[in-house]
């Protein structure tokens, strides 16, 4: 079973343009992450946000969380061909912290020259 | 090495043959995640190394998935007797330590059983 869910599941742009897309997940969690995976790199970690963090940036990265609404979303600024790929939000929400990860089904971003 | 590195990239296999499939971790790497991501799906975990000790299989869909890390490195997952259903990428992660530390993952091995 998937614990997260990314909206939209499919995302359409200019070059230029922004992104966002959004994950909503089920249980508390320890940390958040979003993961970027493409046919040529396989899959990358972009970023990871701990469950006491509101939002954190890399680049041209922006990571909110709302641990009341269960929610994050991830915002590419200034989108460029080479961000072609399926984004995935991934939870960590074991009692461990072992770093077991669950994963949503994806969000799919085309980005045209 | 330079990443995580797993063989072979692609295994077909007919349905009832056992198979192997092969991960090396990041160079001193404790932690190593097995993942299986079906078409269209992300991935989801299957098993959990912390060096030799295999400290979670609750994702193991049957009993046929069997993962080992003999030596707190090289870590081998076996499909015996081979279903349809198990056609799937299979991805290897690791991480240095724990919860905090992102994983790196291998580039899969994409499975098609006949």
């Known amino acids: 079973s998937q614990q997260g869910e990314e909206d939209p599941q499919a995302l359409s742009i200019q070059e230029g343009e922004n992104a966002t897309m959004n994950c909503s997940y089920k249980?508390?969690?320890?940390?958040l992450q979003w993961y970027r995976q493409n046919s040529g790199r396989g899959l990358v970690h972009l970023i990871l946000?701990?469950?006491?963090?509101r939002e954190k940036h890399s680049g041209r990265l922006r990571v909110t969380l709302d641990t009341s609404k269960k929610s994050s979303s991830l915002l590419i600024t200034a989108s460029r061909a080479a961000d072609t790929a399926s984004y995935f939000c991934?939870?960590?929400?074991?009692?461990?912290?072992?770093?077991?990860?669950?994963f949503g089904a994806g969000t799919q971003v085309v980005v045209t020259p | 090495g330079a990443g995580v590195s797993q063989s072979p990239r692609y295994k077909v296999a007919k349905r009832g043959q056992d198979v192997a499939l092969r991960c090396d971790p990041i160079?001193?790497?404790?932690?190593l995640f097995w993942y299986q991501q079906a078409l269209g799906q992300g991935p989801e975990f299957l098993t959990y190394?912390?060096?030799?000790?295999?400290?979670?299989k609750s994702g193991l869909p049957s009993d046929r998935f069997f993962a080992e890390r003999p030596e707190g490195s090289v870590s081998t997952l076996k499909i015996q007797r081979t279903q349809q259903e198990d056609s799937a990428v299979y991805l290897c992660?690791?991480?240095?330590?724990?919860?905090?530390?992102?994983?790196?993952f291998g580039p899969g091995t994409r499975l098609t059983v006949l």
């Open positions: 992660a690791s991480s240095f330590r724990d919860s905090y530390n992102e994983q790196f």
């Open positions: 249980t508390s969690i320890n940390n």
């Open positions: 946000i701990r469950s006491n963090e």
């Open positions: 991934a939870t960590d929400a074991g009692a461990d912290s072992w770093g077991k990860l669950q």
């Open positions: 160079s001193g790497h404790v932690s």
């Open positions: 190394f912390q060096n030799e000790a295999q400290l979670d």
